[in-house]
Nanobody, 116 residues
Framework: QVQLAESGGGLVQAGGSLRLSCTAS????????IGWYRQAPEKQREWVAN???????NYADSVKGRFTISRDNAKNTMYLQMNSLRPEDTAVYYC??????????WGQGTQVTVSS
């Protein structure tokens, strides 16, 4: 059973930065895709960024140029560096890992609040 644990959320002023971490119980290199999603109050969960096939990074238009996804396979950890944060980035952020034949796994979420 794969377990994911996020950390690094918090309260930050608009324009500030945060770095989220997600540590997996298994090797992040063994997954077909790893990524981040977020869910704001009364909104559906939305995709933020991912790494597919080991190296291809992809971003939602709303975060492109401000967020950077990365991973450290030696630490079984992926990161989301978030810069130039905006109030509309406020949400619970979830990490996700997908492996064909096993399915999709989610962390418990970490709250990010951006004040104006």
């Amino acid at each position: 059973q794969v377990q994911l644990a996020e950390s690094g959320g918090g309260l930050v002023q608009a324009g500030g930065s945060l770095r989220l971490s997600c540590t997996a119980s298994g090797s992040t290199g063994s997954f077909n895709a790893i990524g981040w999603y977020r869910q704001a109050p009364e909104k559906q969960r939305e995709w933020v960024a991912n790494i597919v096939g080991g190296s291809s990074t992809n971003y939602a238009d709303s975060v492109k140029g401000r967020f950077t996804i990365s991973r450290d396979n030696a630490k079984n950890t992926m990161y989301l560096q978030m810069n130039s944060l905006r109030p509309e980035d406020t949400a619970v952020y979830y990490c996700n890992a997908f492996k064909m034949g096993l399915g999709s796994y989610w962390g418990q979420g970490t709250q990010v609040t951006v004040s104006s």
